[in-house]
């Protein structure tokens, strides 16, 4: 019986690569480093099926190169690395990991959050120098959680995740988003417009996915609109956020911290932002548990599977 070849991009967790052997053919050994384009090309016109991640680019002259793919089913829950008209109109389905990650992400939103207000990692590098001096009342102090307001921009799955987390430290929670969420009982998420969610957040964390829309949605005019003693969140996408706007707001004072886990130019970060105190800055972890990473590798196996099998995958974006 003739396996259907599939390319991944990336090494998955071990279950993941572990299931694969008994329902396709692996066409090379993934590997932790990028692929090159050349490898690229060659995995895309050798496959039935694509496990890539948001790191790859895939777009329409990639895709030229295809003969035989089915489906491309993106290791992440965004897909703006992915030129789906393009795959459409090749007949190629694309999928995505809903659902899987959103607790993951949120807990991580909420260790940054911790972090920046408590001044988490800069005591850790003060212990870890062997010369902190004992505690005082005056040390490191930093801002209080509880009681204060989170702001939310983007109320979908993880933004919700967020939201119901926030209930153990007593926090109302404001939102911008399109449309109207029924909180959970006895806890109330008030919609806001945007301009009165940047004003009156304490804590601003940003989930809405990449689009044109959202580019550089919040810059220089929003960071102004923020309390000075306000933290801005991002676990979304990275250029959601004006990276220089950011940096001359938490050198000029305008907003008191951020915690970042997505970069505008990931893998590349702005050099002004590693030095700066206020910032906590995190290597892209949202979703980096193994029991998420493994579900989501295990969601793009079923997606390729309703598709190779004629159907369509229950995570089909398109």
Not at 62 to 72: D, P
Not at 263 to 278: D, F, S, W
Request: net charge neutral; charged share 15%.
């Amino acid at each position: 019986m003739n396996r259907p070849a599939l390319y991944i991009t990336r090494l998955l967790p071990p279950p993941v690569i572990e299931a694969i052997p008994r329902h396709y053919r692996l066409l090379t050994g993934p590997s932790d480093e990028p692929p090159t384009a050349t490898e690229l090309r060659q995995g895309f016109r050798e496959a039935d099926a694509v496990i890539c991640t948001l790191s790859d680019r895939i777009d329409a002259s990639l895709l030229s190169h295809t003969t035989r793919l089915k489906i491309i089913a993106n290791y992440a829950v965004g897909y703006n690395n992915i030129d789906v008209a393009a795959a459409a109109q090749r007949g190629i389905a694309v999928t995505n990991t809903p659902d899987v990650l959103t607790e993951a992400t949120a807990d991580l939103t909420w260790a940054l959050l911790l972090s920046v207000s408590r001044r988490v990692v800069e005591g850790d590098a003060w212990v870890r120098t062997a010369t902190w001096p004992g505690w005082r009342p005056t040390q490191m102090l930093g801002a209080e959680v509880s009681g204060k307001t989170l702001g939310i921009i983007g109320m979908g799955r993880i933004g919700q995740a967020v939201a119901r987390r926030a209930v153990g430290f007593g926090m109302p929670v404001i939102y911008a988003g399109r449309r109207s969420i029924v909180s959970p009982p006895g806890v109330t998420w008030v919609s806001r417009s945007l301009p009165e969610v940047l004003a009156e957040s304490d804590f601003l964390s940003l989930h809405v996915p990449l689009t044109q829309a959202t580019q550089h949605l919040i810059g220089p005019q929003e960071l102004a609109t923020m309390k000075p003693t306000a933290f801005l969140l991002n676990t979304s996408r990275g250029p959601v956020l004006d990276e220089a706007a950011l940096v001359s707001a938490l050198e000029a004072g305008t907003i008191a911290g951020a915690g970042l886990d997505v970069y505008e130019h990931e893998p590349v970060v702005t050099a002004a932002l590693r030095g700066l105190p206020n910032v906590v800055l995190l290597p892209h972890l949202g979703s980096a548990t193994l029991e998420t990473r493994v579900r989501m590798g295990l969601v793009c196996l079923n997606n390729i599977a309703a598709v190779l099998e004629g159907g369509t995958a229950p995570n089909q974006v398109r």
